[in-house]
């Protein structure tokens, strides 16, 4: 297992948990067997021609682009349990850190791991809760003839979703409060921000009381959209293209929503206030 800290603005940072490969012979969970499952179905509805299954993933796909790339990051954590806590406490397991050495301070690539740990675990445990009270009112809709029950898929899902990313931000706090990480700033990582931002200033940890107060530094892009595919080339993580697109897809989207509202001239709003609640406003359920 290998993380990976890529800022990607000079106050927001991307966080992914490369997993170790499963072995194939290893058993297959309920869990990880019901999502390939959805995963195939997924895969075969997006193949069809036209029809609502093509809607469906039309949406769909609209919608999980909007889910929070912080959840995300925490789901690619992979669940814990106390068994495997004690072997890799007794082992003392490190687990490899990855980051810029040249944009991001040395010190502040635990605290960024930290506040995603542990800021988002209350808000996850509060959706998580709502989707599951939510499921059963929507097995109704599968009255309704030819189309499934969607209503009862979504909400299942993020139910899951929501429970994976607490699962996540578990694991992760357990490997900080141990101390079981390696921090390893690389050559190709250093040249890759080099080449894509080398004008740009450096990543600032920013707490929630200077944006609030306004004593904050502005933030400013450092990897630009379209830069998802050389990252995932550098590092050789295929998966962190996704990762990393979505990211700053929502980050631009933002960005544009706080100047509308800059431009309309709202009284009262706090300087960085906006992109702190822009964030709790646009977080699915």
Known sequence: MRIFVLPLTTRQALIYCQRAEQKTTAKAGIADRVTRKAAQLWADWEAADKGWKKQIVKYGNQGLQRIPYQEWALKSFPPSNPKLQAEEIAANKKYDVTYPGNVIRK??????MARLARERKQLHWNRFV???????????????????????????????????????????????????YRLLSTPEIEDLYEQIAPDAPDFTFVTRIQVLDGSAPPEQILLPLGSHSLVAKVTGV?????EVERALWQIGRQSEQEKAQEAQGQPGEQPGKGAEESDKGSTPR
Request: net charge negative; with cysteine; glycine share 2%.
């Open 107 to 112: 010190d502040d690539v635990p605290k960024v």
């Open 130 to 180: 709502a989707s599951l009270v939510a499921m059963p009112f929507t097995i109704p809709f599968a009255l309704v003839p030819i189309i499934p029950n969607i209503p009862f898929f979504y909400a299942a899902y993020r139910c899951w979703s929501h429970w994976r990313a607490l699962k996540g931000s578990d694991h992760l706090d357990f490997i900080l409060d141990h101390r079981l």
């Open 238 to 242: 295929p998966e962190l293209s996704n």
